[in-house]
């Protein structure tokens, strides 16, 4: 530790002896300065013990001692040492009942120490304390390597932990937390996920100095990663502010965890190679040899259904999709496929896992992001998700076109996310409001919708009330309230202004969606 008024005053080649302000003693000494203007404020930085000899001042004054000690104490000043034997032989009463009266520690120095022995106790004490400082933070250093080597990620924590006595916790890309040291600190290290959103906001790197929850302690938040996004991030919880050996050793871990997550990103692109390969030859139908390639990379994901989803956005709306989904696959300890595809990303995910049910979490909140902004349609490079439903590696080229299809239909609905399944089941009427199909059947049946509205006929319904009872004339006359002679004719008239026989069964089923897609309206 520092220097303190203390160990100066038990300092047995010094002699000092206190005058006033004895339980200030424990104070830390930051410099020990010579000084005898009469107002040395304006050169001092705080945590100065200022020694003089009152050359320049009238020290039997009171009310210019009470100024001058004073100004002192506001300026930081710790502790004044007053020589005597030089200008006055013993310290005025005026100084030392200003000093009392303030509570600032004064030291008597006798004749035969010299400042410059005081000055240079005070400086060898802060080298020492600096040196142990040093080689406690090189030692930490060590420790905390040996640990990330032998313990991983984990170990390292525990250490850190050990090393500035609170607690440590590592967080992944998604801001979920991984890890962390002592395990009590799991909840409060949760509780700070809000400062690590805003944390990666940042470029990297990034810190920043939170208070802990429910202010129990103070919390140091680091970004990890030498990316313009950051990869991880580290929390360090402490009752007090770091020293030197402490933050020696924050910066140590920080250089390692940067280090490991930087490989796990090197081996993560390796990763994503060998993905990409084993996508192509599952597309190809060949999946003994994706198995033969993947080996137990991916688990056992190719041997269990899975769901294929193909995303479509900007590069930094499929980073965040990427790092939701293998954030996820990580923290419950699944297998996940990832390969980007240029300006789409590809997934393999195991059916009804939490990669799945992250990517479904991740689109519900773009959604929701989405309507706040209360846009009408979504921007060219906003995010587009088609899922499949579940399949096995002999059904992969299969599910990778439903999954597009299921894409192409999100896009058209202006929806981020749509399942394949939703598509497969219930009614296919939902599908006929897409703009194209309307426009479809506003061009087949405006022929109709004019000459009725000219007040000649009521084409429309009665086209309608015939296809709906399957071309029965006496059931479909009796739904309109006519003769069936007179719906006869009247699906003459549709004939002739359509040129279409409804003989056609391709015609009354065009017909028939034509009717429904108008009536969606």
């Not at 005058?19 to 200030?24: K, S, V």
């Not at 084993?278 to 994901?301: K, T």
């Not at 002679?485 to 028939?512: C, F, K, N, Q």
Request: proline share 4%; net charge negative.
């Amino acid at each position: 530790m520092p220097p303190t008024l203390a160990s100066l005053v038990h300092h047995s080649a010094l002699k000092l002896t206190v005058r006033a302000g004895e339980d200030r003693l424990d104070v830390p000494v930051r410099w020990a300065h010579v000084s005898e203007l009469a107002d040395p404020v304006p050169y001092m930085e705080g945590g100065e013990l200022l020694l003089i000899t009152a050359l320049k001042l009238d020290a039997d004054d009171p009310q210019a001692m009470r100024r001058y000690v004073k100004r002192l104490v506001g300026a930081g000043v710790v502790g004044l040492g007053f020589a005597v034997g030089v200008n006055y032989e013993e310290i005025p009463k005026a100084l030392v009942d200003a000093a009392e009266q303030e509570d600032l520690p004064l030291l008597e120095v006798p004749r035969r120490t010299p400042f410059l022995a005081i000055s240079k106790a005070v400086s060898a004490a802060i080298a020492a304390d600096q040196y142990r400082a040093v080689t406690a933070g090189f030692a930490a250093q060590r420790e905390l390597t040996r640990q990330a080597l032998n313990a991983g990620p984990e170990g390292l924590l525990a250490a850190l932990a050990a090393q500035v006595n609170g607690w440590a916790a590592l967080y992944d890309a998604s801001g979920a937390v991984v890890a962390t040291a002592p395990e009590w600190a799991g909840r409060r290290a949760a509780r700070l996920t809000a400062e690590v959103e805003r944390l990666r906001e940042r470029p990297a790197p990034a810190s920043s100095v939170v208070g802990g929850p429910d202010n129990e302690d103070r919390v140091e938040l680091h970004s990890l990663g030498t990316g313009r996004r950051p990869r991880a991030a580290l929390a360090v919880g402490t009752a007090a502010a770091l020293g030197t050996a402490e933050r020696y050793a924050v910066h140590s871990a920080i250089a390692l965890l940067t280090l490991t997550t930087e490989r796990s990103r090197s081996l993560h692109a390796a990763e994503q190679r060998v993905g990409a390969a084993v996508l192509r030859m599952l597309l190809a139908g060949q999946p003994d040899h994706a198995r033969g390639v993947a080996g137990d990379l991916y688990g056992g994901l190719l041997d269990a259904p899975f769901r294929m989803i193909v995303a479509d956005a900007g590069a930094e709306l499929l980073a965040g999709l990427a790092e939701a989904v293998e954030s996820a696959a990580a923290r419950a300890g699944e297998a996940v496929l990832v390969v980007p595809e240029g300006e789409r990303l590809v997934v393999l995910a195991a059916d009804g896992g939490a990669a799945v049910a992250a990517c479904v979490d991740h689109a519900a909140a773009r959604e929701a992001v989405r309507a706040a902004a209360e846009q009408g349609a979504a921007e060219d490079d906003d995010l587009v998700v088609g899922m499949s439903a579940p399949s096995g590696p002999i059904g992969a080229a299969a599910a990778y076109k439903q999954a597009e299809q299921a894409l192409s239909v999100a896009r058209r609905r202006g929806r981020v996310l749509v399942e394949h399944e939703q598509l497969a089941a219930g009614s296919v009427l939902p599908l006929l409001a897409d703009d194209a199909v309307k426009a479809f059947a506003d061009g087949l049946l405006r022929a109709l919708y004019e000459h009725d509205a000219t007040g000649r006929g009521d084409l429309v319904a009665s086209l309608r009330a015939w296809l709906s009872r399957h071309g029965q004339w006496d059931a479909a006359a009796a739904d309109l309230g006519v003769h069936r002679h007179t719906l006869r004719y009247r699906m003459r008239r549709v004939e002739e202004i359509l040129g279409r026989s409804l003989d056609d069964p391709d015609a009354r089923m065009e017909l028939w969606l034509a009717l429904k897609a108008t009536s969606a309206d």
